[in-house]
């Protein structure tokens, strides 16, 4: 079964801090995602990664930056926290190939105080 | 600007009843959907899928419509159980990319 961890459930932290999110998958999967949620708008894609250290935007990439040293793990990170960045944050893996799934973490709620 | 659309927020069904979640996408390019179920404290799950060469897709009690013409798919749930509540996102994008766009979501209620 596809495991897909978010170290963190819950995280408050403060304007201007630099704020880190990791996620690590169990799977081997190539291709790594993150998202945000928010009331009325749904998961949006911030950015994804196709392979370790690359990196492509996804919709909504400003304000964050990605790091994917090692196959099972991609970090994001919040370069300089702002108060809309507050959201739900998801992580997910999949394979590479035709319409694989995503899996998807239990998501980090980040809070920007 | 969405290109996925879920217009009900909420859907409230008795159990046993069909539930019906609509969806419509404006990328014409779109030529495959999914459908995810998520639970409160959950990440979302994957459901059922289509593509754009089907109309229909079932499995169990799942079943998803396409119409391409319209832009429209739904999911219908029969019968509806109790533990069908949930949020549903309905997903799209197109064969061989790996971005979905996906839709607010549809909060579904199955009362006993």
């Known amino acids: 079964d596809v495991k897909v961890t978010q170290s963190s459930r819950y995280l408050v932290k403060r304007t201007g801090e630099k704020v880190f999110l990791e996620c690590v998958q169990d799977m081997d999967h190539e291709n790594m995602f993150w998202y945000r949620q928010d009331p009325g708008l749904g998961l949006r894609l911030i950015y994804f990664?196709?392979?370790?250290?690359?990196?492509e935007k996804g919709d909504i990439p400003e304000g964050y930056s990605v790091s994917r040293e090692k196959k099972e793990r991609f970090s994001l990170i919040l370069e300089s926290a702002s108060t809309n960045q507050t959201s739900m944050y998801l992580c997910?893996?999949?394979?590479?190939?035709?319409?694989?799934?995503?899996?998807f973490g239990d998501g980090t709620r980040l809070s920007i105080l | 600007d969405q290109q996925v659309k879920q217009n009900s927020p909420s859907l409230s069904v008795q159990e046993g009843r069909i539930s019906i979640l609509n969806c419509d996408y404006t990328?014409?390019?779109?030529?495959?959907f999914l459908w995810y179920k998520k639970y409160p404290a959950e990440g979302p799950t994957f459901l059922i899928s289509?593509?754009?060469?089907?109309d229909k897709n079932e499995d169990g009690r799942f079943t998803v419509f396409l119409n391409k013409s319209a832009k429209h798919l739904s999911l219908h749930i029969v019968p509806s159980q109790p533990g069908d509540s949930a949020v549903y996102f309905c997903?799209?994008?197109?064969?061989?990319?790996?971005?979905?766009?996906f839709g607010a979501g549809t909060t579904v209620t199955v009362r006993a």
């Open positions: 997903a799209a994008t197109t064969i061989g990319d790996y971005k979905l766009s």
């Open positions: 990328n014409s390019m779109f030529d495959y």
């Open positions: 997910a893996s999949s394979w590479t190939g035709i319409n694989q799934p995503q899996h």
């Open positions: 990664s196709y392979d370790v250290k690359m990196k």
């Open positions: 289509i593509s754009s060469i089907k």
